[in-house]
């Protein structure tokens, strides 16, 4: 399987706090894509990083790729009680035809 | 309003009885798939559609068929469920080519008795 995963698996952390989760694949990318689930519901993209890109910024979210170490970190800054949700990473296959998700991060944020 | 529909979205079934999950999306998009999400696997890729009457299998495509006969809907077929696919359903769209985020619909939770 060429499925990524994630770390940790839950993250619980205080309202304004940062959240930071990681993610390690396992082939050569493109891009790699954060996608965030809230309980039982369908994912929402959040950001997307290509593979010549080493750093990126969405609003509160950051998002690492160092592809030398096939690993990608999302950072949410002063996180929100909003922000609870499962957070998984998403790459796809070289044509573009398939997607490989991660096992996902759940962040739980305390008001 | 730009989305992806599923129905439907919670369905007990038995062990054998044919059954069709339905996908609509109203983008245009040429790409279509379907993910199963089960507790600590994350999502995984059943099958995936580049374009009209063009179908692919993803990496857990064993018990599933779908067909594409129209642009906007991609339906998931269960020819004879077993309990084993009891799970989470996810469709998904996007447009075709690389780097372009998916639309993901509400989910199909899906119970086989």
Known sequence: ?111 | EAQVTQNPRYLITVTGKKLTVTCSQNMNHEYMSWYRQDPGLGLRQIYYSMNVEVTDKGDVPEGYKVSRKEKRNFPLILESPSPNQTSLYFCASSPPGQAYEQYFGPGTRLTVT
Not at chain 1, 9 to 38: D, F
Not at chain 1, 45 to 51: E, K, T
């Open chain 1, 1 to 111: 399987s060429q499925q990524g995963e994630e770390d940790p698996q839950a993250l619980s952390i205080q309202e304004g706090e940062n959240a930071t989760m990681n993610c390690s694949y396992k082939t050569s990318i493109n891009n790699l894509q954060w996608y965030r689930q809230n309980s039982g519901r369908g994912l929402v993209h959040l950001i997307l990083i290509r593979s010549n890109e080493r750093e990126k910024h969405s609003g509160r979210l950051r998002v690492t790729l160092d592809t030398s170490k096939k690993s990608s970190s999302l950072l949410i800054t002063a996180s929100r009680a909003a922000d609870t949700a499962s957070y998984f990473c998403a790459t796809e296959s070289n044509t573009g035809n398939q997607f490989y998700f991660g096992t996902g991060t759940s962040l739980t944020v305390i008001p």
